[in-house]
């Protein structure tokens, strides 16, 4: 398992509780950490081929959490439109998005890459520019799902309904924080019971350094311990799992002029596994 599921992990358990509650208030370069006017960036990781200084790229890695992308900015700093890849380096599907005149998020529309429409969706805001609804649409206009939220006075989200077309309550979601730190959310399933819990703990620069995940009977189903450089870039991740087995992830980086990373070098107990490359083009 490559360590940093755990950390993507961490962001899916955020997509609500932080990111679309926070995304009134930040831009999608700021969310993502990165630096600089941004115009577009090109991302894709292969299989690390030798090791240390010899490290060379191998074949394109394909996986839920290594994703292979063209993503296009406008001068807000708001995505426009998100070009997925496949192994073969060719186009397998697109995202566009759509704001208004203040740049507020409006929804987007999910396209294959032959220009077929695949799905949409849909944002509702509150008087605080927080989003209080999002529906997921398939290519008919029928609804996939919606998402209710919740928010504190600070504009994070405290709970999060799941909706199934047929307005059942699939699963909800509550946290907690400490500022807008997420600090424990609970995941409860259509009859209200709860599924599994998560505690996170962060550093003085606001960046995550443990993740705990824990069953409903609250013993450990998985944790990571991570650590960043001066960049907030994490350099280790070191996982367990419910039975014992760990994971230690080391990372090195190169960086442009602007101080985002060109360059990511994945180790897996020492051995170079993957070689991430980026490349970004800049507003003048």
Not at 63 to 77: F, L, P, Q, V
Not at 155 to 164: D, P
Not at 198 to 215: A, P, W
Request: glycine share 6%; with cysteine.
């Amino acid at each position: 398992m490559y360590c940093k599921t755990f950390f993507y992990a961490f962001v899916s358990l955020l997509a609500a509780c932080l990111v679309l509650g926070c995304s009134s208030k930040k831009n999608e370069l700021e969310q993502a950490g990165l630096k600089g006017n941004v115009k577009s960036l090109r991302e894709i990781t292969y299989q690390a081929v030798g090791n240390n200084d010899t490290v060379v790229k191998g074949d394109v890695v394909m996986a839920e959490d290594i994703k292979n992308y063209y993503a296009e900015y406008n001068r807000s700093g708001n995505m426009q439109q998100l070009i997925n890849y496949d192994n073969n380096n060719e186009q397998s599907s697109r995202w566009i998005f759509f704001y208004d005149a203040d740049g507020k998020a409006l929804g987007g529309n999910y396209y294959h890459a032959d220009g077929t429409l695949l799905d949409s969706t849909y944002y509702v805001y509150d008087r605080r520019g927080n989003i209080t609804e999002y529906y997921h649409y398939l290519a008919d206009g029928k609804l996939k799902s919606k998402i209710f939220s919740d928010h504190d006075r600070r504009g994070n989200v405290v709970s999060e309904r799941f909706i199934t077309p047929d307005n059942i309550t699939e699963r909800t979601t509550k946290c907690k924080y400490s500022g807008n730190n997420l600090t424990e959310d609970q995941s409860y399933a259509s009859d209200n019971r709860l599924v599994y819990f998560s505690r996170y703990e962060y550093d003085r620069e606001n960046n995550l350094v443990k993740q705990t995940i824990y069953n409903a009977d609250s013993t450990v189903n998985s944790s990571g311990i991570y650590t960043y450089n001066k960049h907030s870039d994490m350099i280790s991740c070191t996982s367990h799992n419910g039975t014992g087995q760990e994971l230690h992830y080391t990372y090195t980086y190169l960086y442009d002029h602007m101080q985002n990373w060109i360059q990511k070098i994945t180790f897996l107990n020492g051995e170079a596994v993957f070689l991430t490359v980026r490349q970004f083009e800049y507003y003048k």
